[in-house]
């Protein structure tokens, strides 16, 4: 029988024959466990198109802008608003809108549903649209007369003192009446573009009063 160092050298043999096995299985595991354990990279995020969704909704609103010196520029009054923030406007159902222009000069607007921008200054009626200026005055002082527009589809810029319309309007100047199957008008210029089927009614305005100590003469 070999002796004890016989044995434990021929141990030392066979440990030396299978360590480098065993060395390579333990450098596998730990490579499996390093792959099991490192996180994977998340998968990007593909961008959602925005939608045209309402954010918030209003019922029997009103909706006031100011200037920087705190004056009034405008007031939106509706019976239900809903904001859409893609695009920064406000549909209104049934909406009544009093706007003060730059010049000082009054507009009002109203009709089944309104498509206003986010300060109020531009507004796109819908359905029995209605938009009056109020007399005033031009830039000689002279007295200019009321103004209305009816239509089922107006656009009123109440800044520019703009209003268009792609389809049949009225409009009616103090007492003169016209009809048209399309317009644009621009107040700021004295601008007035009708096309299509074109009617006008002017009224004769009262003759003008002799000047003090003048005399009338007959032929």
Same mark, same amino acid.
């Given at each position: 029988?070999?002796?004890?160092?016989?044995?434990?050298?021929?141990?030392?043999?066979?440990?030396?024959?299978?360590?480098?096995?065993?060395?390579?299985?333990?450098?596998?595991?730990?490579?499996?466990?390093?792959?099991?354990?490192?996180?994977?990279?998340?998968?990007?995020?593909?961008?959602?198109?925005?939608?045209?969704?309402?954010?918030?909704?209003?019922?029997?609103?009103?909706?006031?802008?100011?200037?920087?010196?705190?004056?009034?520029?405008?007031?939106?009054?509706?019976?239900?608003?809903?904001?859409?923030? #893609?695009?920064?406007?406000?549909?209104?159902?049934?909406?009544?809108?009093?706007?003060?222009?730059?010049?000082?000069?009054?507009?009002?607007?109203?009709?089944?549903?309104?498509?206003?921008?986010? #300060?109020?200054?531009?507004?796109?009626?819908?359905?029995?649209?209605?938009?009056?200026?109020?007399?005033?005055? #031009?830039?000689?002082?002279?007295?200019?007369?009321?103004?209305?527009?009816?239509?089922?589809?107006?656009?009123?810029?109440?800044?520019?003192?703009?209003?268009?319309?792609?389809?049949?309007?009225?409009?009616?100047?103090?007492?003169?009446?016209?009809?048209?199957?399309?317009? #644009?008008?621009?107040?700021?210029?004295?601008?007035?573009?009708?096309?299509?089927?074109?009617?006008?009614?002017?009224?004769?305005?009262?003759?003008?009063?002799?000047?003090?100590?003048?005399?009338?003469?007959?032929?």
């Amino acid at each position: 029988m070999p002796g004890p160092r016989a044995t434990l050298h021929l141990v030392f043999d066979r440990l030396s024959t299978y360590l480098p096995v065993a060395v390579m299985g333990v450098l596998a595991l730990g490579s499996y466990w390093l792959v099991r354990s490192t996180p994977t990279p998340a998968a990007p995020t593909v961008a959602q198109p925005v939608q045209h969704e309402s954010d918030y909704f209003m019922r029997d609103f009103a909706v006031r802008t100011f200037d920087a010196e705190g004056k009034l520029k405008s007031e939106i009054f509706g019976v239900e608003g809903r904001h859409y923030p #893609d695009t920064d406007t406000l549909e209104i159902d049934k909406p009544h809108i009093r706007s003060i222009s730059e010049n000082g000069n009054l507009i009002t607007a109203t009709a089944n549903r309104g498509l206003s921008n986010g #300060d109020g200054t531009e507004v796109q009626l819908f359905g029995n649209a209605i938009v009056t200026r109020a007399p005033t005055l #031009d830039r000689a002082g002279r007295p200019v007369p009321r103004m209305e527009f009816r239509g089922e589809f107006l656009h009123a810029n109440t800044q520019t003192e703009r209003v268009l319309s792609n389809k049949p309007v009225v409009l009616i100047r103090g007492e003169d009446r016209f009809t048209a199957d399309s317009m #644009d008008y621009d107040n700021m210029d004295q601008m007035m573009n009708l096309k299509g089927r074109v009617h006008g009614t002017l009224v004769p305005g009262p003759a003008a009063a002799p000047a003090p100590g003048a005399q009338a003469r007959k032929r």
